[in-house]
T-cell receptor, first 116, second 115 residues
């Protein structure tokens, strides 16, 4: 069975600083995908970044990068130059990467608060 | 707006009533998913469709819950005889199911409150 663990229930960061949100995962599937989603107070889940298990390079999307360490089974999200609008819940998630893949398994989330 | 849309955004109902939610996926996305999210938790998978076929259902989806996607486009989620424990955010997502990835794009959700 797949499992996602996010050990930081909440974090406070000063505006313009970089922040790392931790995520570890457990799976026996040989091929899988890892995601990060942002959920502002409005409730919508916003896709941020994706990393495939066979990707050689860490994924990057603008200010977001995914620090993928396969041997350690970790997929930390790094946000550079944080902004006030980054305040939200952040969820790490994973799915199988085969034709039968369906559901995404989510972690419990980290609430990020950016201080001005 | 070409994203996933959900209606209604909020629903308040009395225990025992039936409710129905609608989800319109991103055009041409052949996969559609329903999740439930309770306060302080990540979303939990309920069910998904590939085109009009319902391919997987979670054990969370009791017999009071039914989902349909009759023409492979929009989907409805119905909850019969609602209970207070059904109070949650119901999220819909869609994906194009391209080979190798299955990024799911979520709608704004329907927040259900059962009194």
């Amino acid at each position: 069975a797949q499992k996602i663990t996010q050990t930081q229930p909440g974090m406070f960061v000063q505006e313009k600083e970089a922040v790392t949100l931790d995520c570890t995962y457990d799976t026996s599937d040989p091929s899988y995908g890892l995601f990060w989603y942002k959920q502002p107070s409005s409730g919508e889940m916003i896709f941020l970044i994706y990393q495939g298990s066979y990707d050689q390079q860490n994924a990057t999307e603008g200010r977001y990068s995914l620090n993928f360490q396969k041997a350690r089974k970790s997929a930390n999200l790094v946000i550079s130059a944080s902004q006030l609008g980054d305040s939200a819940m952040y969820f790490c998630a994973m799915t199988r990467e085969d034709s039968s893949a369906s559901k995404i398994i989510f972690g419990s989330g980290t609430r990020l608060s950016i201080r001005p | 707006d070409t994203g996933v849309s959900q209606n209604p955004r909020h629903k308040i109902t009395k225990r025992g009533q039936n409710v129905t939610f609608r989800c319109d996926p991103i055009s041409e996305h052949n996969r559609l998913y329903w999740y439930r999210q309770t306060l302080g938790q990540g979303p939990e998978f309920l069910t998904y469709f590939q085109n009009e076929a319902q391919l997987e259902k979670s054990r969370l989806l009791s017999d009071r819950f039914s989902a349909e996607r009759p023409k492979g486009s929009f989907s409805t989620l119905e909850i019969q005889r609602t209970e207070q424990g059904d109070s949650a955010m119901y999220l819909c997502a869609s994906s194009p199911r391209l080979a190798g990835t299955d990024t799911q794009y979520f709608g704004p959700g329907t927040r259900l409150t059962v009194l």
